[in-house]
């Protein structure tokens, strides 16, 4: 059983581009959480999908950011317009239904804004 | 809303000496508690978990964890530590029944001395 895939591992994206950074669940999981992680701070909670529907996004910039979890194929937490503020490891996590479980973590996306 | 302060930003300690990091929760009702361990460049681990029953979780690589609901607080240990211990931990809180968002402290990094 993978884990928790995410790609790409390492994205670079000049200013006023758009970032997609996708992230497979493991096989079972049904829940899905995007976290950022800044420089010297922890992980701060972005958003948790379930299949077709967004649960909680409280944690979301209120523009550019946007996430979605389709039926078929991956998560993807979407960037416009990115900016230098951006730059940052993105992860996403994911836990069967049921809850009483941990989230198991993917190995991140680095994102660099040029 | 759930929170957790991880009071130490950095512990130094000799290899082979004793740890303990600090992590203090803050949630209504019985919360599920983790840490979890993050090399550098590299995605979370989880080192152990506690949901119910017996306070003292036992978890990988030698670490275990007390749960104190007096004192809200969930402290990492270990009574011998190695040079590989040394990592980024993060505590997390996730709430128990309704709708689970794991929520992290902002890290102790932990630096190992020969």
């Known amino acids: 059983n993978a884990g928790v895939m995410q790609n790409p591992r390492h994205l670079v994206r000049r200013r006023g581009q758009e970032a997609r950074l996708r992230c497979s669940p493991m096989k079972g999981h049904s829940h899905v959480y995007w976290y950022r992680q800044l420089p010297e701070e922890g992980l701060k909670f972005m958003v948790y999908l379930q299949k077709e529907n967004i649960i909680d996004e409280s944690g979301m910039p209120k523009e550019r950011f946007s996430a979605e979890f389709p039926k078929e194929g991956p998560s993807i937490l979407r960037i416009q317009q990115v900016v230098r503020g951006d730059s940052a490891a993105y992860f996403c996590?994911?836990?069967?239904?049921?809850?009483?479980?941990?989230?198991?973590f993917g190995q991140g996306t680095r994102l660099t804004v040029v | 809303a759930q929170s957790v302060t991880q009071p130490d930003i950095h512990i130094t300690v000799s290899e082979g000496a004793s740890l303990e990091l600090r992590c203090n929760y803050s949630?209504?009702?019985?919360?599920?508690l983790f840490w979890y361990v993050q090399s550098p460049g590299q995605g979370l681990q989880l080192l152990l978990k506690y949901f119910s029953g017996d306070t003292l979780v036992q978890g990988i690589k030698g670490f275990e964890a007390e749960f104190k609901r007096s004192q809200s607080s969930f402290n990492l240990r270990k009574p011998s530590v190695h040079w590989s211990d040394a990592a980024e931990y993060f505590c997390a809180v996730g709430a128990a029944g309704g709708s689970y968002i794991p929520t992290f402290g902002r890290g102790t990094s932990l630096i190992v001395h020969p």
């Open positions: 996590a994911s836990s069967p239904p049921g809850g009483r479980t941990e989230a198991f």
């Open positions: 949630y209504g009702a019985t919360p599920y």
